[in-house]
């Protein structure tokens, strides 16, 4: 082990994901199932604002912003941690997710009462 470990430290080293039977890279299905994938986090973040009451609307947009962004440290954090994914892009991702989900708040709301 204490070689293993020393090899990583003098690098290279990289992080792979190996499809050893080829991966059909079809976009319209991959955004097609991205999207799929929103909708539902959506349906879901929609359920849970709407069981809060005694809050304004920009406190339900916050609310909406600081679930989705709870649910992106989960997973970009730890590949932080345990596989050193660079910082820049890991801060890049919970960005984006912020900016992303404080948008979908403005709009779940919409459709949300009161």
Do not use: C
């Not at 991966?23 to 299905?29: G, L, N, R």
């Not at 349906?43 to 989705?68: D, E, H, N, P």
């Not at 910082?87 to 900016?99: E, P």
């Amino acid at each position: 082990m204490e070689a293993f470990n020393k090899k990583m430290e003098v690098g290279p080293y990289a992080y792979m994901v190996v499809h050893p039977n080829g991966f059909s890279q079809s976009m319209p299905k991959m955004m097609f199932f991205g999207l799929l994938f929103n909708v539902l986090v959506a349906f879901m973040l929609t359920y849970l604002v709407s069981k809060t009451s005694g809050l304004t609307y920009f406190q339900k947009v916050r609310f909406i912003k600081l679930a989705a962004l709870a649910g992106a440290l989960i997973i970009v954090v730890p590949n932080l941690i345990w596989w050193q994914f660079p910082l820049a892009y890991s801060l890049v991702t919970l960005i984006d997710a912020g900016i992303t989900w404080g948008l979908a708040g403005l709009e779940i709301l919409k459709i949300v009462k009161s």
